[in-house]
Nanobody, 122 residues
Framework: QLQASGGGLVQAGGSLRLSCAAS????????MGWFRQAAGKGREFVAV????????YYADSVKGRFTVSRDNVKNTVYLQMNSLKPEDTAVYYC?????????????????WGQGTLVTVSS
């Protein structure tokens, strides 16, 4: 089970930190990704972090503003979102992927959290 949390309403330029906690599963064996889905749009890749946390990859739209990290002791993954824009408004999902690849396609992921809503007002 993956549980995403930390979403909410924030003004443009503000920050939020999302968390993704796992129960019943050790995340150290998974690469962890963040995706988002805005109303009426498809699921979009945001960021991914390797099993050890030593490698990350970001979508161009969030590069320099978002940071993905993980705490394998706490079995939790984070997405720090700074300089938020209205176009960042979406439901954000965390997902776990078994391979060592930094996957960017949502179909490559094996397990998903339930999503947390981020709303950025202008």
């Amino acid at each position: 089970q993956l549980q995403a949390s930390g979403g909410g309403l924030v003004q443009a330029g503000g920050s939020l930190r999302l968390s993704c906690a796992a129960s019943g599963r050790t995340l150290t064996t998974y690469s962890m990704g963040w995706f988002r889905q805005a109303a009426g749009k498809g699921r979009e890749f945001v960021a991914v972090i390797s099993r050890s946390g030593s490698s990350t990859y970001y979508a161009d739209s969030v590069k320099g503003r978002f940071t993905v990290s993980r705490d394998n002791v706490k079995n939790t993954v984070y997405l720090q979102m700074n300089s938020l824009k209205p176009e960042d408004t979406a439901v954000y999902y965390c997902a776990a992927e078994k391979s060592a690849a930094l996957a960017t396609g949502w179909r490559q992921y094996d397990y998903w959290g339930q999503g947390t809503l981020v709303t950025v007002s202008s």
